[in-house]
């Protein structure tokens, strides 16, 4: 079982919005703005989509967002499009020995 | 070309050793903290390892303290994972990632990820 807890699946249609939640602890996600969010294609590599819970790296469309509330971060796609179904998965860095936690991944499906 | 390239991954016997190599070209690679991440077949990802820019830091998860070694050569530009009394709970696609924050230290994000070498630990 994962530390971070995301839903198994998700999807919407082209041009919609969905937003992925991932669910932790006051010890990880609630505790430090270290949430970071990757995407990740069938036989790729994960790719960095968001850190420090809000953060775009250069390159990434501005489509995809962060934010977070309390214990939940939460991974907002706008304008769905075809090459956005892929898995999606969150981390938090933690102070405890684990240091770094990951959830379960989320598949998105473009209808 | 930007990129990270591991190797070194196959087919072991419990209790035997592996060692993963990456190499990394495009950037300077001596400036950065390198992560171990790995992926169990259909399974979610889970950070292995972490060794500072210059090599003086490294920390582990809890599942593998003890078994692997993560280490690196900056004048070679790479990574390595020693792992030994490997379990079958090890098998995994093994990536090396980059951490974001260079000279800044370790910012626990991973910018740039090799495509990864698949170990798979059966008797």
């Known amino acids: 079982q994962s530390a971070l807890t995301q839903p198994a699946s998700v999807s919407g249609s082209p041009g919609q919005s969905i937003t992925i939640s991932c669910t932790g602890t006051s010890s990880d996600v609630g505790g430090y703005n270290y949430v970071s969010w990757y995407q990740q294609h069938p036989g790729k590599p994960p790719k960095l989509l968001i850190y420090?819970?809000?953060r775009r790296p250069s390159g990434v469309p501005s489509r995809f967002s962060g934010s977070k509330s309390g214990n939940t971060a939460s991974l907002t796609i706008s304008g769905l499009q075809a090459e956005d179904e892929a898995d999606y998965s969150c981390?938090?860095?933690?102070?405890?020995?684990?240091?770094?936690?990951f959830g379960g991944g989320t598949k998105l499906t473009v209808l | 070309q930007v990129q990270l390239v591991e190797s070194g991954g196959g087919v072991v016997q419990p209790g035997r050793s592996l060692r993963l190599s990456c190499l990394a070209s495009g950037f300077t690679f001596s400036t950065y903290g390198m992560h171990w991440v790995r992926q169990a077949p259909g399974k979610g990802l889970e950070w292995v390892a972490v060794v500072w820019y210059g090599g003086t830091n490294d920390f582990y998860a809890d599942s593998v303290k003890g078994r692997f070694t993560i280490s690196r050569d900056n004048s070679k530009d790479t990574l390595y994972v020693q792992m030994d009394n490997l379990r079958v709970e090890d098998t995994a696609v093994y990536y090396c990632a980059r951490d974001r924050a260079g000279l800044r230290g370790i910012d626990w994000s991973f910018d740039l990820w090799g495509r990864g070498t698949l170990v798979t630990v059966s008797s």
């Open positions: 420090d819970v809000t």
């Open positions: 981390s938090s860095h933690t102070p405890s020995s684990i240091f770094v936690v």
